[in-house]
């Protein structure tokens, strides 16, 4: 059986969603992220634009199979998994990856309990990933195919034949072609150009 080769992600940032609940303001946003400084950044832009609100909640995801995903969800501050859980349960059950929810809170001046708290959490997190574009993508392999100027047509049919993605191409004397190959099909394309004389591919 062939393993699962895609993903679920947002392209560009969410508008910002507002849900209310006893005069208490949450404002959801989504972003896509490819690391723990993009997070840093998006959490510091919001803190200035909502200076004066009392909690900054978030939870994300990077990775794409199960021994790479690597979350973290925080409270800040709200009762303990009344609010960074629940938002990353919105992730989960979106399936999405490589994504950070952010919900703003305002405090109204009632306490909603932890209940409420994690209605209105989930709620403005699931408004967030509702507002935002979902699509899918495949998890890729990058290759390096390495040959002598002289073998050009041999490896340019093949990739013509294949309908392999060039990311990158250096052709001189020593030509290198970077190729990234959809994970599924990694492999037959790795033993096309390594069953190939003077021609040698690797992985990045």
């Known amino acids: 059986m062939e393993e699962k080769d895609t993903y679920k992600t947002i392209t560009s940032a969410s508008e910002a969603v507002l849900f209310k609940d006893k005069n ?89 309990g932890v209940g409420g708290l994690i209605n209105a959490y989930r709620t403005g997190a699931q408004m967030a990933l509702e507002a935002s574009k979902i699509i899918t993508k495949t998890i890729n392999i990058d290759y390096c195919i390495s040959f002598e100027y002289k073998n050009m047509n041999k490896v340019m049919r093949i990739i013509k034949e294949k309908n392999l993605n060039i990311t990158n191409q250096v052709l001189e004397l020593d030509c290198k072609i970077y190729i990234s190959v959809r994970k599924n099909d990694s492999n037959s394309v790795f033993e096309t150009f390594n069953n190939q004389f003077e021609i040698k591919i690797e992985a990045i």
């Open 24 to 112: 208490s303001k949450f404002y959801g946003y989504a972003f896509p992220i490819q690391n723990e400084e993009e997070v840093k950044q998006h959490l510091e832009e919001l803190k200035k634009q909502h200076h004066t609100a009392r909690h900054w909640c978030y939870a994300y995801q990077f990775g794409t199979e199960d021994n790479n995903i690597s979350y973290r969800a925080n409270d800040d501050g709200e009762p303990n998994n009344s609010a960074g859980m629940p938002i990353y349960g919105q992730i989960q059950s979106f399936n999405v990856t490589n994504i950070l929810i952010v919900v703003v809170r305002y405090f109204g001046g009632v306490k909603l």
